[in-house]
């Protein structure tokens, strides 16, 4: 046989194509072996051009090799001499993973034996084209010509491409003749009209890692049916990777006889800390992906490790997950698998693909850690051996169990059982070896029948030893999807980071504000439902997204425009005192809710002789472009329909204004509107108000290069600003912990878990405008 490069060039390959395939040993050994085989069935010189092309598609396509003899054949004889009958043929073999193969069946889904003569294209194209000639006669060449192909390749499925291309350009040639100038002109863009206030565009821009996307669906609609091209319940088979053993199908048809071939997928996460906005996605895609296409979500509570698991992480979890909107099908945990799983180690051991191994932990770490020298003990010590360790015999650290795989990362024999003598939460003290999240996951994928193991980009290692240990047990084996996981800049979500600022009491604890777990998230005023918007946004995608906080806080303030009632706040609270008024005076002022739809409800403030305004709201002296208050500028009153003009500046011992009087009419009666009208209260409530800004002055505090000392040097000594003293309308009195306001001019708030009955305390959730300072 002639040497790789004269071979594949023989068959119709560039000489390029051909070093660029050497360079792939898999792809140019199947190649190389294709190519003989089709020799050996034809003479040399029959392999041409056309049909090395479509052994060279087939092979660099195939994804099970045990298939390449059959389709070798099928291309040397000729039955399959397309592309189009490649592709078929490709997604049948997929289909139809073990032998026997029905030819029969082969033949008549990849058109074997299906000849398309010209008068057949002639026609069809004649019937697509009276179909569409009034609209093509108007817009001439340039109607969508790919709808003229798409109809008439419909009928005629196994036509040539290109005959049916040259047929249609010949007949709309005929039909329109030559193209003229005003054919070749540009067409003229149409402007799209812009969105009423308050309401979204259908489609809106996102940048994601520098790259635009265009995301105008719900999640819902990126979630259903075929739009992630994912496999359908029980075709675990045909998914790229999935592993067949003898066996496969029988569970699979065993599988779908449990599940009713429904959309199963699981929650699973550890409960050893608290849920951040990176789980928000992974929640609403395991939850959503179910939803959207009528299956169920288990949230499955991976409690293998007893040491850092608490019960108050189980009870947030849960809360988070109900308050995204999402009711899982049942809620599970790995611990109500422990004999089963014990049993199936059991059993994985006396098949030879598991051993007990007594290198220590540190011995494991590293790159490049030395093989276990009891790899190959008998099967009856091991079994011994792992017996004494669930008995207690082994001290932590002595013994571990070990399964004979290697992961795509190149880890080898990754661990399945350790010892731990920790009391577990729901088990106590049943037992002292506990399972790896490698051993422990996809065994309860299985058990609990999941259909799609949804899960980040970097478990994309374990894949393969996920397949491999639920075929090295016989047992059903799910389908692992990964998905990119959602960072945040200026940020920490790191636990173990967390539980650094907590303990160095840089923030109170998990809820503080300025984090973004999402309890911080619910505290500060986040409502759900932005936080759901922002994941949809995002999009399912499978590259990892890197977003900026103020995208976030951009979906926080579309829904909140929409539900929080605006009421007046006074943060630094300046004494005026109207003289015009008579002591006592009270009146009724009506306040609309939300004032761009004034059905939707109102409340009542008192207004007497005595307000409170904004210090910022009054300069002594006037400058440029100051709309506000002055001595020489009346001033609006939001709501009240009076107008105020300075009588009086009253100042305290340091010289500071302690207090205004002023003169207040109508705004009916004044000759001039005034430049602004501003908010104010009067007979308010005291309360304390606090502002958030970035927790970190750095985009990526734990990036060295950014950081050099660490994020714990990073800290935004500016993240947090306690008003004490603030004063609000009394129509929040009866606010609950977490309802949400509008502070009119001032920003969007919520009630904080700290207020009393004495005393409510506010969470400042996002200004009314972006900071162009955070871009």
């Known amino acids: 046989m002639a040497d790789p490069l004269t071979l594949f060039t023989s068959v119709g390959l560039s000489e390029q194509k051909a070093k660029e395939t050497l360079k792939n040993d898999a ?32 092979v660099s396509r195939l994804r099970d090799p045990k298939r390449l003899g059959f389709l070798t054949d099928q291309i040397a004889q000729r039955k399959i001499s397309t592309e189009l009958q490649l592709a078929a043929a490709l997604e049948f073999v997929k289909g139809h993973p073990q032998d026997p193969i029905n030819q029969k069946e082969f033949d008549s889904l990849c058109g074997v034996g299906v000849v398309i003569t010209p008068e057949q294209i002639e026609d069809k194209v004649e019937q697509v084209i009276k179909k569409h000639k009034d609209q093509l006669l108007q817009e001439r060449y ?32 005929q039909l329109l003749g030559a193209k003229t100038e005003a054919d070749l002109e540009k067409k003229p863009k149409v402007q799209k009209a812009k969105a009423p206030a308050g309401e979204v565009s259908v489609k809106e821009e996102l940048t994601v890692n520098g790259e635009l996307k265009i995301e105008g669906r ?54 050893n800390g608290i849920l951040h906005i990176g789980h928000a996605k992974a929640i609403n895609f395991n939850f959503g992906y179910a939803k959207a296409n009528d299956g169920i979500c288990f ?117 399945a059982y350790r010892i731990k003598y920790t009391t577990h939460h729901r088990t106590g003290d049943t037992w002292c070896i506990y399972p790896t999240y490698d051993y422990t996951h996809c065994l309860c994928d299985s058990i609990e029948n999941i259909t799609h193991s949804l899960c980040t980009k970097e478990f994309q290692a374990r894949r393969s030893s996920y397949f491999w240990l639920c075929n090295a047990l016989d047992v059903y084996c799910p389908v692992q999807w990964e998905y990119g996981r959602l960072n945040l800049t200026y940020t920490v979500v790191s636990k173990r980071k967390i539980i650094k600022l907590v303990e160095t009491r840089i923030v109170r604890d998990w809820d503080d504000p300025r984090l973004f777990t999402l309890t911080a998230l619910r505290r500060r005023g986040f409502p759900s439902e932005a936080i759901n918007n922002f994941c949809a946004k995002v999009g399912v995608t499978v590259a990892q997204a890197t977003m900026e906080p103020h995208m976030l806080e951009a979906c926080v303030r579309d829904v909140l425009n929409d539900h929080a009632p605006r009421v007046m706040a006074v943060l630094e609270p300046l004494k005026v005192t109207i003289t015009n008024l008579p002591e006592g005076t009270r009146n009724d002022v009506r306040v609309p809710d939300f004032p761009a739809n004034e059905f939707m409800g109102s409340h009542v403030v008192p207004f007497t002789r005595t307000i409170f305004m904004e210090q910022s ?105 306690v008003i004490d003293s603030a004063l609000v309308d009394c129509s929040v009195s009866k606010a609950k912990v977490f309802d949400k306001f509008q502070f009119e001019r001032v920003g969007y708030f919520a009630v904080d878990p700290d207020s009393t009955e004495d005393k409510l305390v506010f969470n400042r959730t996002v200004t009314l405008k972006e900071d162009p300072g955070k871009m």
């Open 218 to 271: 719900s999640l819902m609609d990126q979630l259903r049916g075929a739009a992630l091209n994912f496999h359908k319940p029980g075709e675990n088979y045909k998914t790229e990777g999935y592993v067949v053993t003898p066996k496969t199908m029988d569970l699979l048809k065993e599988h779908v006889k449990v599940t009713g071939g429904q959309i199963r997928t699981r929650f699973p996460p550890e409960p």
């Open 299 to 415: 949230l499955r509570y991976d409690d293998t490790n007893p040491e850092k698991e608490e019960e108050k992480y189980f009870t947030a979890i849960k809360d988070m997950v109900e308050w995204l909107g999402y009711k899982p099908y049942a809620i599970t945990h790995a611990s109500d698998n422990f004999q089963k799983l014990y049993d199936l180690a059991v059993e994985l051991i006396r098949r030879g693909h598991a051993y007990v191994c007594h290198q220590r932990g540190e011995e494991l770490k590293g790159h490049n850690p030395p093989p276990s020298p009891w790899r190959e003990r008998p099967v009856e010590e091991s079994l011994v051996l792992f017996d004494r360790m669930r008995r207690g015999v082994f001290a932590e650290g002595e013994a571990t169990v070990r399964m004979k795989t290697v992961m795509e990362d190149g880890k080898l024999d990754p661990v």
């Open 27 to 58: 792809l140019s050994s199947a190649l190389t072996e294709a190519i003989a085989k089709a020799q050996q069935e034809l003479r040399p010189s029959d392999v041409d051009k056309a049909m090395g092309t479509l052994l060279y598609t087939m």
């Open 142 to 173: 340039r109607f969508n010509m790919g709808l003229l192909m798409g109809e008439a390749r419909g009928g005629l499925m196994w036509a040539d491409g290109k005959m049916i291309k040259n047929e249609v350009d010949l007949q709309v040639l």
């Open 617 to 721: 709201d009054f300069r002594e002296e006037m400058e440029k472009g100051y709309k506000r208050l002055t001595p020489n500028q009346p001033v609006g009153l939001r709501h009240a329909g009076y107008v105020i003009t300075v009588q009086k500046v009253i100042k305290d011992a340091h010289g500071k204004v302690a207090e205004l009087e002023v003169h207040c009419c109508s705004s009916h009666e004044v000759a001039e509107k005034p430049k602004a009208f501003i908010h104010w209260v009067s007979e308010p409530k005291k309360c304390e108000v606090r502002l958030y800004e970035r927790l970190f002055l750095h985009k990526n505090p734990e990036d060295p290069s950014e950081v050099p000392g660490g994020f714990l040097s990073d800290i935004n000594p500016n993240s947090l600003q």
